[in-house]
């Protein structure tokens, strides 16, 4: 009778020393695989910067990170612009009054995220009002689906910064999904060079789509 005895361990890998350096190499490859798409990402728009000639928006070195601050939503409820990562943004700046500039831009957002499809869900359009003025009754019905909340301007021009020669309010800006702001569109932005814009905004969130799915963390969404 031959009697099978279970294999000793130490023995076992005495016997074939490589095989945990073989294991280490393929956890290392398992791990490199998942995390390149991410890494990838990052390095396109941080290291490996778009050229003028690829980027029609202008890219923010280094990113600046949101404010530590309070806002107010419409309904007067306080929270912190914090609260805002987690998705990409694309944010306006305007007076409560909202000129016809303002009413451009609260425009070329809106259609700026349905023209991203199936991903708008990934972007949020933004108007941050820097002042006390009322915003018109016949404007709320269009602000929908955006996030109107007043910020102190001196907060917002200490984070936001126009191109020289401009205002704040002459420009569209786009916020990572970590709340940096990364990227500024060129001032007065029109319907004819949307489509330029468009293209940087599907570039941005094809790069994340690894790594920012629609919904900020926790929210269920």
């Known amino acids: 009778m031959v009697v099978n005895t279970t294999p000793d361990p130490v023995q076992a890998m005495q016997e074939d020393p ?5 294991g280490r190499v393929w956890f290392f490859l398992v791990w490199l695989i998942c995390a390149a798409p991410v890494v990838a990402s ?15 928006g202008e890219l923010i070195t280094p990113p600046v990170q949101i404010p530590v601050a309070i806002a107010q939503g419409l309904d007067g409820k306080e929270l912190t612009l914090e609260t805002l990562k987690g998705q990409w943004l694309l944010i306006s700046v305007a007076s409560g009054s909202c000129d ?6 609260l425009y070329l957002q ?36 955006a996030q109107v909340l007043r910020v102190r301007d001196d907060v917002l021009k200490n984070w936001l910064k126009p191109s020289t020669g401009q205002s704040i309010s ?44 629609a919904g900020r963390p926790g929210s269920g969404g």
Not at 18 to 22: A, E, I, P, Q, Y
Not at 100 to 105: D, L, R, V
Not at 178 to 189: I, K, N
Request: hydrophobic share 45%; charged share 25%.
């Open 18 to 22: 490589g095989r945990t350096r073989k």
């Open 42 to 56: 990052y390095l396109t728009f941080y290291v490996f910067k778009p050229t003028a000639t690829s980027s029609y």
């Open 100 to 105: 016809q500039a303002c009413e451009a831009h």
């Open 110 to 145: 809106r259609q700026l995220r349905e023209l991203m499809g199936r991903e708008k869900e990934r972007l949020d359009w933004i108007w941050l009002v820097n002042d006390d003025q009322a915003i018109a009754p016949a404007l709320l019905p269009a602000l929908r689906s």
């Open 170 to 213: 002459d420009h569209l800006y786009v916020v990572d999904p970590m709340g940096r702001w990364m990227m500024r569109f060129p001032a007065q932005l029109s319907v004819a060079s949307a489509a330029k814009a468009k293209k940087d905004l599907a570039r941005l969130l094809t790069a994340s789509a690894s790594w920012d799915k």
